[in-house]
Every structure is written in structure tokens, then in C-alpha cells.
């Protein structure tokens, strides 16, 4: 893991907000997608934040029993997949759910599904909650969503059927 550097802008070592059950949430470093409204601006300078290695990482958030996932926001995750995927496959070993927040909408991941680390990304995600924060359509009724827009999508029964198949709280 020493060998993994990621960008990020922080952690939060026990969430409720960013998926089901207690998460660690780790708040990716850069973003390009400039939503009007972002709750989180100081994410977006790509030069931004901190760099981390793996297991500077990892101590931050010691794994407990009572955390049951993990989740990648932002920021925008997507930036650095291959990163991201190396981090998913170690918290996978535990057995926990992975979830992603990208301002990327489904077809766009797809659209670009070589970009490097995005096919890995996905293949150990969970749930995707896609597309960019939409100030007119911000929701507080939504879990897990900023704007009704964004979707909670499950990862591998959407790519196995080839259409959205949504997760349901
Ligand atoms: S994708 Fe997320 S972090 Fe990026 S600008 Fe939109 S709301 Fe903010």
C-alpha cells in the first residue's frame, strides 16, 4: 500500500450521510465538473489538498466491526481511479461495500470506460451515485443524494442487464 499516492482533501471516520450504515467517507482532492451550489469548492483545485500514501491512509481510518463500507466522494473520484481501485480491492479483502460519488453521469463512465483504473474502479463498486449536484433540483427527501437527479445505481446487475438498475434503501 506505501506505493499508492492518492490526493485527498480529508476523511471522516465514521459517516451516515454518504451511503448505508457507519462508513469511513474519503473526500477525493480535484474536481473539473464546477457545479454551481458544490457544498464542497475546496475540493476542486487539482493541485489542491494533501498526497498520501497507502498506509498513511489506512491509519487514519482503522477499521472497526462496526463499519460496514466505504465510500469515495469528492472531489471527483474518477480523476484517479487507478489509485482509487487499489484502495477498493484492500477494503474488498474486509468484505466491505464499496460506494462512489462521481459528478460523471453512468453512460459518460461507460463512454470512457478505458480511461485507466475506471473499469477496476467500477468492477469493485457497489453503488454508483452519478451525475453532477443540480442546484434546481437539490433534495433533502433523497437519501444519499444531493440533487434528485443523481441515481444510486448498483454497479454489476446495471452492467450485467445493460440498463440503470437503481438501489433501493
Ligand atoms: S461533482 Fe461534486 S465536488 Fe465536483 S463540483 Fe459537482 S458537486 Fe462539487
Known amino acids: 500500500m506505501k506505493t499508492i499516492q492518492l490526493r485527498i482533501a480529508g476523511v471522516v471516520r465514521e459517516s451516515i450521510v454518504d451511503g448505508p450504515g457507519l ?8 474536481c473539473e465538473h464546477a457545479c454551481p451550489g458544490c457544498h464542497n469548492p475546496e475540493t476542486w483545485d ?3 489538498g494533501e498526497v498520501v500514501d497507502g498506509e498513511t491512509l489506512l491509519k487514519r481510518i482503522p477499521l472497526n466491526p462496526l463499519i460496514s463500507g466505504i465510500t469515495f466522494s469528492g472531489g471527483e473520484p ?15 479483502k474486509y468484505d466491505l461495500n464499496i ?3 462521481t459528478g460523471y453521469q453512468w453512460d459518460q463512465l461507460l ?14 463498486t457497489d453503488v454508483l451515485v452519478d451525475g453532477p449536484f443540480i442546484q434546481s433540483l437539490r433534495t433533502t427527501t433523497h437519501p444519499f ?3 434528485s437527479n443523481q441515481r444510486l445505481i448498483k454497479v454489476a446487475q446495471s452492467l450485467e442487464s445493460g440498463a440503470v438498475v437503481e438501489w433501493l434503501p
Open 23 to 30: 462508513r469511513h467517507t474519503i473526500f477525493c482532492q480535484g
Open 46 to 48: 487539482l493541485h489542491g
Open 78 to 92: 474518477f480523476l484517479q481511479a487507478p489509485a482509487l481501485a487499489e484502495f477498493a480491492a484492500y477494503f474488498k
Open 99 to 101: 460506494w462512489v460519488y
Open 111 to 124: 463512454n470512457h470506460i478505458d480511461r485507466p483504473g475506471y473499469r477496476e474502479l467500477l468492477s469493485y
Open 145 to 147: 443524494r444531493g440533487s
